[in-house]
């Protein structure tokens, strides 16, 4: 049912993002939106990124390539934009993996101004994460490190493939300024400049042999007065520069770096979609998460490395939602989602619906919202939702402002020393019972699923604009 047209009058840019730390679902909607698009622009994060594609009947998992290229993709255009990290090496394999499938890829740019991640900075990335101490849960796959020697002034940038002299200067130069990082360890890599030359050189001809590489930011620019849909990655949660700091990927993943690292401003963007799970919501890796089902062990038995979707699978596959005990309850809701990580298959922490975050969260992105997921609570009795924190830290300045114990928190705070102090205070919701998969209209909808809906909506100003129910592109709902 994708009678969008509504909802799109006037809209000549749209920007998909997320309101949470990410796996919200943003690929089914790019998907969704994709056949009313000619322009899908990446614009922000990497190959940290995950979405899962099924070709043929088997599922692909994709980093760096938009969601949007499997979709009819003839006559638009595919582009990753100025502010993705750009690893080619991983470009090259996903570019193989299409043809592998007979799958075209014509209409896929890349921008020539997008940073380029290089070996040595998944060797970085990777010793930060061996380190008790400064570990933050990564995907190792090298963004931190490479967003970084951009704001150092010596990254290299995707036109640097197609030059050899500028590409082996720049490299040189880079890991002579990296090298530092390895100066304390025994065994120290060892990263052979001449060959990753080679190595990289190779990509980008590669590159320029499908004439891929353009100023894509001219091209966007260009397309304004057809329709371009902004393609995000992560989370508000997740920014650089909104997030739970300094638990965040290394870009600006709200709307504001979506439209720049597409080659926009936000002035440009004429309607932004964020979206939430319905009603709880993930993490992967480390940092604080007030609403945690089962808190801390929660949270330690996910980033401990021993946990797969398999094991978990094995162990707990029958397991019955309604638990009483919150790591068992996290455990069956992860199950029922499905909520392992695209790219490290790590478990996905769980907790009930944060509205302090959420109020944060839509401050960035406006309160236009989709809701998915809604399917996995199903066979939930009870939804708790929190509405406030209660502060239970020591007296603690915010600017001007002080915290005191005992103090309610209505609007998060993005400060690691009081989100570990916050306990949230819950309403508990009548769970609706009943498989709602195959409902087709927004009044189908279950009573006691709308008026948790209403409630979340009148606590925070959030206006529901698109419902999903299902991973299907038809298990949509389009709200009032
Ligand atoms: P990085 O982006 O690999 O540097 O990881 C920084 C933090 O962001 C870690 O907690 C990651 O788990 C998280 N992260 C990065 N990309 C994603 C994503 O696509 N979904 C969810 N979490 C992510």
């Given at each position: 049912m994708r009678d969008y047209k509504k909802l799109l009058n006037g809209v000549n840019t749209l920007a998909i993002v997320c309101n949470q730390w990410g796996d919200t679902g943003k690929g089914k909607f790019i998907d969704y939106f994709a056949d009313w698009a000619d322009v899908i622009v990446r614009g922000t994060g990497g190959a940290n990124a995950g979405h899962t594609i099924s070709i043929n009947g088997t599922d692909h998992i994709f980093h760096l390539i938009p969601s949007g290229i499997l979709h009819d993709s003839f006559g638009k255009f595919n582009i990753i934009g100025n502010g993705v990290a750009f690893d080619p090496k991983i470009f090259s394999e996903e570019l193989a993996m299409l043809r592998n499938h007979g799958i075209k890829y014509e209409g896929l740019l890349v921008s020539k101004d997008a940073k380029l991640v290089l070996p040595q900075h998944i060797l970085i990335d990777q010793l930060r994460e061996s380190n008790r101490n400064s570990k933050i849960g990564t995907t190792g796959r090298g963004i931190g490190p490479a967003y970084r020697d951009h704001y150092d002034r010596i990254g290299l940038v995707v036109n640097d493939l197609l030059n050899k002299d500028v590409l082996a200067n720049k490299l040189r130069r880079n890991w002579d300024h990296n090298r530092i990082h390895f100066s304390d360890v025994v065994s120290k890599p060892r990263l052979d400049i001449d060959s990753v030359v080679e190595e990289y050189y190779a990509y980008g001809k590669e590159l320029l042999a499908t004439s891929m590489v353009w100023d894509t930011d001219h091209v966007v620019r260009e397309s304004l007065s057809r329709r371009i849909l902004l393609e995000g990655a992560q989370g508000n949660l997740l920014s650089i520069d909104y997030g739970t700091y300094p638990y965040v990927t290394a870009s600006d993943c709200s709307v504001h770096g979506l439209a720049k690292g597409a080659g926009?401003?936000?002035?440009?963007?004429d309607l932004t979609l964020g979206i939430i799970k319905g009603f709880y919501m993930t993490r992967v890796g480390s940092g604080p998460f007030p609403t945690e089902l089962g808190g801390e062990a929660s949270a330690a038995y996910c980033n401990s490395g021993q946990v797969t979707k398999e094991s978990e699978l094995k162990q707990y596959g029958n397991l019955n939602i309604n638990q009483t005990a919150g790591t068992l309850q996290a455990i069956a809701v992860r199950i029922a989602g499905d909520?392992?990580?695209?790219?490290?298959g790590r478990p996905r922490r769980i907790g009930w619906l944060d509205i302090p975050l959420l109020r944060y969260s839509l401050a960035i992105s406006g309160p236009n919202t989709i809701l998915t997921k809604l399917d996995v609570l199903d066979q939930c009795n009870e939804i708790n939702i929190c509405f406030r924190y209660i502060y239970t830290g020591?007296?603690?300045?915010i600017g001007q402002k002080i915290l005191s114990k005992n103090d309610y928190i209505y609007n998060a705070i993005m400060d690691n020393a009081v989100l570990q102090h916050c306990q949230p205070e819950y309403t508990s919701f009548q769970g609706w019972k009943t498989p709602i998969g195959d409902m087709q209209s927004y009044k189908d909808l279950p009573l006691q699923l709308l008026t948790i809906l209403d409630r979340v909506s009148q606590a925070t100003g959030m206006k529901p604009r698109l419902i999903s129910v299902g991973k299907d592109r038809d298990q949509t709902i389009i709200c009032p």
């Open positions: 926009l401003s936000l002035k440009e963007v909520e392992y990580g695209a790219t490290t020591d007296t603690y300045c």
